[in-house]
């Protein structure tokens, strides 16, 4: 039933390795995202794909990429993490980019905690 | 460029209180979405509510409503007679036609005491 799934949930790790996070939906929607949460709550967007298609990629570090093998998958992977990577993330979904699916909301996967040692 | 400001970090109020959280956004689009997500100590996001640019009727849900107001740029949210079960960090956000991300407010927390 679960909407927007997004696994791990938590993920200790050590500086210098690297970690993949997945997100999967089963909504239908078309377009995903990745959102950054910090220590301090505050909510940025990273990347966005529809349809596979990269079309938001906000100044992040090039160690981060993602990778969206089809429309309801978008993962995340991270190379030679840093404790500044240390933060929640997020993976939302929503329906496609047409001008009458713009005002329809983001559903969020219950985030995934990245710890970094 | 888009801005939503969240000028109360955090409200602390007794069970049965009504409480506002103000939402405050800028934004050159004359098109665009505003938002309210709930985020429970449990951590997960939930979508409470959106409103359109161009419909600035006030809704209520339950112990919910939202004041929109146009003219100042305010997306009010109200708590009437809260609860426990309130208390959460709740964010407002903006989206705008020509940007598909949303642009969050920096979120407040409410604590809701016995």
């Known amino acids: 039933d679960t909407a927007v799934s997004q696994t791990p949930k938590y993920l200790v790790t050590q500086m210098g390795n690297d970690k993949s996070i997945k997100c999967e939906q089963n909504l239908g929607h078309d377009t995903m995202y990745w959102y950054k949460q910090d220590s301090k709550k505050f909510l940025k967007i990273m990347f966005s794909y529809n349809n596979k298609e990269l079309i938001i990629n906000e100044t992040v570090p090039n160690r981060f990429s993602p990778k969206s093998p089809d429309k309801a998958h978008l993962n995340l992977h991270i190379n030679s993490l840093e404790l500044g990577d240390s933060a929640v993330y997020f993976c939302?979904?929503?329906?496609?980019?047409?001008?009458?699916?713009?005002?329809?909301?983001?559903?969020f996967g219950d985030g995934t905690r990245l710890s970094i040692l | 460029a888009q801005k939503v400001t969240q000028a109360q970090t955090e409200i602390s109020v007794v069970e049965k209180e009504d409480v506002t959280l103000d939402c405050v956004y800028e934004?050159?689009?004359?098109?665009?979405?505003l938002f309210w997500y709930k985020q429970p100590p449990s951590g997960e996001l939930v979508f409470l509510i959106r409103?359109?640019?161009?419909?600035?009727q006030n809704e209520i849900s339950g112990r919910y409503s939202w004041n929109f107001q146009k003219s100042t740029s305010s997306f009010n949210f109200t708590i009437t007679a809260s609860q426990v079960v309130d208390s959460a960090v709740y964010f407002c956000a903006l989206r705008g036609t020509g940007r598909r991300a949303l642009t969050f407010g920096s979120g407040t927390r409410l604590q809701v005491q016995p």
């Open positions: 939302a979904s929503s329906q496609g980019l047409g001008t009458g699916n713009i005002n329809q909301p983001q559903h």
């Open positions: 409103r359109n640019s161009f419909d600035e």
């Open positions: 934004t050159r689009d004359t098109t665009y979405y």
